[in-house]
């Protein structure tokens, strides 16, 4: 965890802060709604398992999940027919108890990382355009373990519906590129402290109005003890030899009307709480 020092103020952390930023390019002239919702869902994993708050890649826990359905619905079809022997009944019996306790302790945590999904979904199509995510993991917002930044110097998300789930070879390669970059500036190399939650911060304009996922939050800070991991992710930005041409808009939230002021942070509603996993004793 990195933490700074008592007493510092807000102007100094900023600062010091700043020494942390990553920044990271796609080939991409633009980002649309498909690509950031692929990032986003993306880094959201990855910090949930290199936190040891799953047990493993959030894609395995779904496909696992999906398997344990599927075979509730074979053994409770199973059971309904009358021609099964005692013992295979009782063989099958033992085996939904174990079917249903392994449902049971998935199910929330599916249920609230598919909701969280559908909020940032939402939040896509309502406006198109972010500057900034913030993935924020501990007791509470204010009292956070570790806090995870984004930052989109894309200028504007290209509004792009029904294609929010494509995994694209741009979404696919950005999402690699900003995991490695997390990963080389030391993301997830503390160790387990136990279940805790992971909270998402949206930095969007003030209109934003989905209340049953988003609650306005214009004056958040979090502990100035905490120094956050940075990305800032950039579209692609050509150079030529007589002057610039930015092929892709500045790095600057293009927004009809809209100024720095009118960016405030949203809180999501739907936070992921982590499961207790089991870790291996070490030898003294």
Same mark, same amino acid.
């Given at each position: 965890?990195?933490?700074?020092?008592?007493?510092?103020?807000?102007?100094?952390?900023?600062?010091?802060?700043?020494?942390?930023?990553?920044?990271?390019?796609?080939?991409?002239?633009?980002?649309?709604?498909?690509?950031?919702?692929? #990032?986003?869902?993306?880094? !959201?994993?990855?910090? *949930?398992?290199? =936190?040891?708050?799953?047990? %493993?890649?959030?894609?395995?826990? &779904?496909?696992?999940?999906?398997?344990?359905?599927?075979?509730?619905?074979?053994?409770?079809?199973?059971?309904?027919?009358?021609?099964?022997?005692?013992?295979?009944?009782?063989?099958?019996?033992?085996?939904?108890?174990?079917?249903?306790?392994?449902?049971?302790?998935?199910?929330?945590?599916?249920?609230?990382?598919?909701?969280?999904?559908?909020?940032?979904?939402?939040?896509?199509?309502?406006?198109?355009?972010?500057?900034?995510?913030?993935?924020?993991?501990?007791?509470?917002? #204010?009292?956070?373990?570790? !806090?995870?930044?984004? *930052?989109?110097? =894309?200028?504007?998300?290209? %509004?792009?519906?029904?294609?929010? &789930?494509?995994?694209?070879?741009?979404?696919?390669?950005?999402?690699?590129?900003?995991?490695?970059?997390?990963?080389?500036?030391?993301?997830?190399?503390?160790?387990?402290?136990?279940?805790?939650?992971?909270?998402?911060?949206?930095?969007?304009?003030?209109?934003?109005?989905?209340?049953?996922?988003?609650?306005?939050?214009?004056?958040?800070?979090?502990?100035?003890?905490?120094?956050?991991?940075?990305?800032?992710?950039?579209?692609?930005?050509?150079?030529?030899?007589?002057?610039?041409?930015?092929?892709?808009?500045?790095?600057?939230?293009a927004l009809p009307g809209a100024t720095s002021n009118d960016l405030i942070w949203f809180q999501c509603r739907h936070a992921i709480k982590g499961l207790t996993i089991k870790t291996p004793l070490t030898e003294e």
């Amino acid at each position: 965890m990195r933490r700074r020092e008592e007493g510092e103020g807000e102007g100094e952390s900023r600062s010091e802060s700043e020494n942390y930023i990553k920044e990271i390019e796609t080939t991409a002239e633009t980002l649309d709604e498909a690509v950031i919702f692929h #990032v986003i869902k993306e880094i !959201v994993g990855f910090v *949930l398992y290199m =936190h040891q708050q799953i047990p %493993s890649l959030l894609q395995d826990l &779904n496909q696992e999940f999906d398997e344990l359905q599927t075979g509730r619905k074979d053994l409770e079809l199973v059971l309904t027919q009358t021609e099964v022997k005692a013992s295979s009944r009782r063989k099958h019996i033992g085996r939904m108890r174990e079917v249903k306790q392994g449902i049971k302790r998935l199910e929330k945590l599916m249920s609230s990382v598919s909701v969280l999904q559908t909020a940032i979904q939402l939040m896509l199509h309502e406006i198109h355009s972010i500057q900034g995510v913030m993935l924020v993991l501990g007791s509470s917002p #204010v009292r956070p373990q570790h !806090v995870y930044e984004m *930052l989109f110097s =894309h200028g504007r998300v290209v %509004s792009d519906h029904g294609k929010e &789930n494509t995994k694209s070879k741009v979404a696919e390669a950005l999402s690699r590129k900003a995991i490695r970059a997390l990963i080389s500036s030391g993301a997830g190399s503390v160790s387990y402290a136990g279940p805790t939650k992971l909270f998402i911060m949206v930095k969007a304009p003030a209109t934003l109005n989905l209340p049953l996922h988003f609650l306005p939050k214009r004056d958040f800070r979090y502990s100035k003890k905490i120094v956050p991991f940075k990305l800032r992710i950039k579209c692609k930005t050509r150079y030529h030899d007589m002057g610039t041409s930015h092929h892709c808009p500045p790095p600057s939230i293009a927004l009809p009307g809209a100024t720095s002021n009118d960016l405030i942070w949203f809180q999501c509603r739907h936070a992921i709480k982590g499961l207790t996993i089991k870790t291996p004793l070490t030898e003294e």
